[in-house]
């Protein structure tokens, strides 16, 4: 992983990652962000979640993010979940996503955990084939329905 350095965000910095986390949630706020990863951020559960960025020398700014927690999987026990994988660069962003799936590897091993879950949406991105390249294969299928409000919802009487 040279030229990269992998750091958890803390809670001032989160305002820094937005542009990046833009590129996976086109339709996120600010404030929106900035309350979720506050709280993902908290230096006092590093051990059970946060954000992970990567840094390339000699830049300052953020190229690439995953959100994680460690859970425990019924059937596997201690399971790493990272998801809103992004890797962006001008010029090289593979050397990016090289740079960010060592770090889950490496972060789960510190973590004691026996496998990692990664959430990718499209199938075709960056992230999904960077995870495949690594190792990463399906494990079942991550099926997704909105709902949409279909009936006024009823106030509930005093």
Request: net charge positive; with cysteine; proline share 8%.
């Amino acid at each position: 992983m040279s030229g990269f350095t992998c750091k958890n965000l803390s809670p001032d910095e989160v305002h820094t990652v937005y542009p990046l986390v833009r590129e996976v949630v086109p339709n996120l706020d600010l404030r929106t962000w900035a309350r979720i990863a506050r709280r993902a951020c908290n230096p006092k559960r590093a051990g059970q979640g946060g954000i992970r960025v990567v840094l390339r020398h000699p830049r300052p700014l953020p190229c690439g993010l995953f959100l994680y927690r460690r859970e425990h999987d019924l059937a596997h026990g201690p399971i790493l979940i990272a998801e809103h994988m992004v890797a962006i660069d001008v010029l090289d962003p593979e050397s990016v996503m090289t740079a960010l799936v060592s770090e889950l590897d490496a972060l789960a091993e510190r973590l004691g955990c026996v496998a990692i879950r990664t959430m990718v949406l499209g199938q075709a991105s960056l992230a999904a084939s960077g995870l495949y390249a690594a190792g990463h294969r399906p494990e079942g299928a991550t099926l997704w329905k909105p709902i949409e409000e279909t009936a006024p919802k009823h106030k509930a009487s005093a």
